[in-house]
């Protein structure tokens, strides 16, 4: 008998953090921070369910703060074990980490200054100093190979085609003679999305967690590369500027990617680029550097130099470069982050250029509920960023077609692929409209049970 414990993602998109309780272990998988409105915020200041210091050790699916941001505050408030990720995670923590908690410092600060916070003073929830001292604890897991937890647990990791290192976890378990196997898909990739490595099939498994974000869409089939063409034409004759705020790792490097092919197939002119994140300048070399986790469209782009790092890019390092950039009157593209707006450079990209028609605000991920990307997509004439009132006069557009994660018809293909139906499936990652379209789907097709799980809902699993 072990147990599974949803300490997050549990009827949400963030926070993902589950509590796996085997063979006198416990082991969360992911370690996530809650984002998105403030009651989900305030789940990361209360106390962690269980005591961290009676963990044995995290295993991660992949880099993004959803699924590692709450590492630093783990091990502040007493986890010592070892945290389990692929190496590519590794130099992705790296970067995310230390900039999550000088984002926490920097909002906490500004909050303080401009006194728009409900807490005095506001704090961080960590540090950017606190979040260096996780790399300490990374233990870094190639693919395919079976990690050894105790006398009768392994794990291993399988790509998971989401973003650079993403993976899904194998975790098997030989009690008494038979093997128990229980996976999780982490987030769930697409097949044929470029850079990275496509979703790899699981043979089988017992206990399943499987992400369900998009479990009531398909995601659009259309032409991304016109798609984006048609938005620079638009940009271009208006004479205004396209905003794209993006997740500097993974998202940023694919809208790059595009824009490049783009750039070299003469479909767009030649105008200025500015990727305004550090953390995405420095994710770009990281990409670079493991050309070996990409699959073969982007090798053979890359054969003489990382194609993300040629061309009309310009890589926006300094606050003074940034903050110079409101000056910048030309047509031009603005790829800044955090992509769900939840702090950041590209607030105050919106901050100014929201109240001007000529501008358009592209999305091109997902906007949890509450969020203020959620409002702006929903069409709001009035948004509050920094407390300060801005109308809202630039075009929102939204594309969901280059999605970093399965829709329905994926997760159903992808599990069609599976020998045996799992005993048991646990919807994680999902709001509860998709979830339950997800499981009325997957009852159609599949014997399993399947189970919406609550948020700190425990179950026995034998
Ligand atoms: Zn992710």
Redesign the pocket.
């Known amino acids: 008998m072990f147990t599974l414990q949803f300490l997050g993602a549990a009827q949400t998109v963030t926070g993902s953090r589950f509590l796996l309780h085997i063979d006198g272990k416990r082991l969360l998988i992911d370690c996530g921070l809650f984002q998105g409105g403030r009651a989900l915020k305030e789940r990361n200041w209360e106390p962690f369910p269980t005591p961290p210091a009676d963990l044995d050790g995290v295993i991660l699916t992949?880099a993004?703060i959803?699924?590692s941001g709450y590492l630093p505050r783990l091990i502040k408030e007493g986890f010592g074990g070892p945290v389990y990720c692929t190496p590519a995670t590794a130099d992705l923590l790296s970067l995310l980490l230390p900039d999550s908690g000088y984002l926490q410092e920097r909002d906490a600060a500004f909050a303080n200054k401009k006194k728009y916070s409900r807490h005095h003073p506001a704090l961080p929830l960590y540090t950017e100093a606190e979040a260096r001292e996780v790399l300490k604890h990374l233990k870094t897991v190639p693919y395919h190979q079976m990690s050894r937890l105790s006398d009768n647990l392994s794990f291993e990791y399988l790509h998971a085609g989401?973003?650079l290192g993403?993976a899904m976890i194998r975790l098997s378990y030989k009690g008494k003679g038979a093997e128990t196997l229980l996976c999780s898909t982490?987030?769930l990739g697409r097949s044929r999305q470029p850079v990275i490595k496509d979703p790899e099939t699981i043979d089988r498994a017992d206990y399943l967690l499987l992400e369900s974000t998009y479990g009531d869409r398909v995601h659009e089939k259309h032409d991304i590369l016109s798609y984006f063409q048609t938005l620079i034409q638009q940009v271009v004759q208006s004479g205004g500027s396209l905003i794209i705020p993006a997740f500097a790792v993974?998202r940023s490097q694919n809208v790059l990617y595009y824009l490049r092919q783009l750039e070299e197939a003469g479909r767009i002119p030649v105008l200025p680029i500015f990727l305004d994140s550090p953390m995405a300048v420095r994710a770009v070399s990281v990409y670079c550097d493991h050309l070996d986790e990409h699959d073969f469209e982007m090798k053979s782009l890359t054969a003489e130099a990382c194609v993300l790092e040629t061309g009309s890019v310009r890589m926006v390092k300094t606050t003074e470069e940034s903050k110079a950039l409101n000056q910048f009157k030309e047509p031009c593209v603005i790829i800044s982050a955090s992509g769900n707006l939840a702090g950041g450079r590209i607030l105050h990209h919106l901050k100014s250029r929201l109240s001007d028609s000529r501008n358009t605000v592209l999305f091109v991920g997902y906007q949890p509920q509450g969020s203020l990307g959620r409002l702006l997509s929903e069409g709001k004439k009035e948004v509050k960023i920094h407390g300060k009132r801005i109308a809202v006069k630039a075009r929102i557009e939204s594309l969901h077609g280059l999605s970093?994660?399965a829709d329905s018809e994926e997760i159903l293909e992808w599990m069609s692929r599976l020998k045996h139906p799992p005993s048991r499936i646990f919807l994680i990652h999902g709001e509860p409209e998709a979830q339950e379209s997800l499981k009325g789907k997957l009852e159609k097709v599949i014997s399993s049970k399947i189970e919406i799980p609550e948020y700190l809902e425990e179950v026995e699993l034998s």
Do not use: E, K, L, N
């Open positions: 992949h993004h959803d699924h989401h973003i993403s982490g987030d993974g970093a994660h």
